[in-house]
């Protein structure tokens, strides 16, 4: 009796593909080689498989170095001129990157720490009315802080040092103008300049201005050189650390030289209330008896210093 194939069968002919009459001609005669030819069959097929898995991901590859290299691409379009001029400049940012910040900090603090406080506001103002400039100082001097560090955190700005940080140098001009009112005020008897004398806002707005200008041009002049020294410039941090130690000693002899500058001016009459002078030396042997009693006296404060006895104090 002749039965056909159960279901399970058809199911499993039906998924196998039908072989050709050649192929079953082929399996009856060299069965051997109809095996190798199956194996080598299956083995063009993995290899093909291989292949193909092999080109989409070089192709999945290519896409994201396309993706990566647009973006790149994008950034430097939106990449400012201003950065792209610091970025080029790294290591090789001048002479002048070093040296303006650094003089703008010593012209600056020798002005400032002369004339405050012993001549602005205390030497032409009396002492009363000196409370609200006091108030007011610290909050002139922070503005210039504030400024750069919004400049620098949150703009670009401050990439490196650049001819529009040597503008800061304009706040350096009141300084001069100031300390020469500031001087005929007290030993002259010129009309404006003596206007000056014991009026408050006066007084204010020049000790105001040169607390500002202090205060912009201080913090300016560490930010540049500590750029100078970040950015891999040759003796950067060598400079700063220079520059550190020159500031300390800088703004020492400038208090002290005032201190001289005060004392030699109390003893001659160049004094609230009147200004009345107490000599009767010409304007040439007065300047330079003011220069040589001010630096003498400037020495014995810097001695009494070093001789002082803190135990005492104690």
């Not at 400012?80 to 900090?105: F, I, Q, W």
């Not at 103002?125 to 001097?141: A, E, S």
């Amino acid at each position: 009796m002749i039965t056909g194939p159960s279901a399970k069968q058809l199911v499993k002919i039906m998924k196998e593909p039908a072989d050709s009459a050649i192929d079953l001609l082929f399996k009856k005669l060299f069965p051997e080689h109809y095996k190798e030819l199956q194996e080598r069959r299956e083995k063009d097929k993995q290899a093909a498989k291989a292949l193909e898995e092999k080109i989409k991901k070089e192709e999945s590859q290519e896409t994201v170095s396309n993706g990566s290299e647009s973006q790149t691409q994008q950034e430097q379009s939106s990449e400012t001129e201003r950065e792209k001029y610091c970025r080029e400049r790294v290591g090789n940012d001048g002479v002048g990157a070093a040296v303006s910040p650094a003089l703008m900090y010593w012209a600056t603090t020798t002005f400032n720490d002369f004339m405050f406080p012993s001549v602005l506001p205390y030497g032409i103002l009396q002492r009363d009315k000196c409370h609200i400039i006091n108030v007011l100082n610290p909050f002139f001097i922070l503005i210039g802080p504030a400024t750069l560090f919004v400049l620098d955190n949150f703009t670009d700005r401050f990439g490196c040092w650049t001819w529009y940080f040597d503008l800061f140098w304009l706040l350096f001009i009141p300084l001069p103008i100031i300390f020469t009112l500031a001087m005929k005020a007290i030993f002259t008897r010129s009309p404006s300049a003596r206007r000056i004398i014991n009026s408050q806002p006066r007084v204010a707005c020049m000790t105001l201005a040169a607390m500002f200008s202090f205060g912009c041009n201080e913090p300016l002049s560490y930010m540049g050189l500590g750029k100078y020294a970040f950015r891999q410039n040759p003796g950067g941090f060598t400079l700063l650390g220079y520059h550190i130690s020159s500031a300390l000693f800088c703004r020492y002899i400038s208090s002290k030289i005032a201190v001289g500058f005060s004392d030699t001016r109390l003893s001659l009459g160049y004094h609230l209330p009147k200004f009345r002078p107490n000599h009767r030396m010409s304007k040439r042997n007065l300047g330079w008896y003011i220069f040589r009693q001010t630096f003498k006296r400037t020495w014995q404060d810097a001695k009494g210093d070093i001789k002082l006895d803190i135990k005492k104090y104690l």
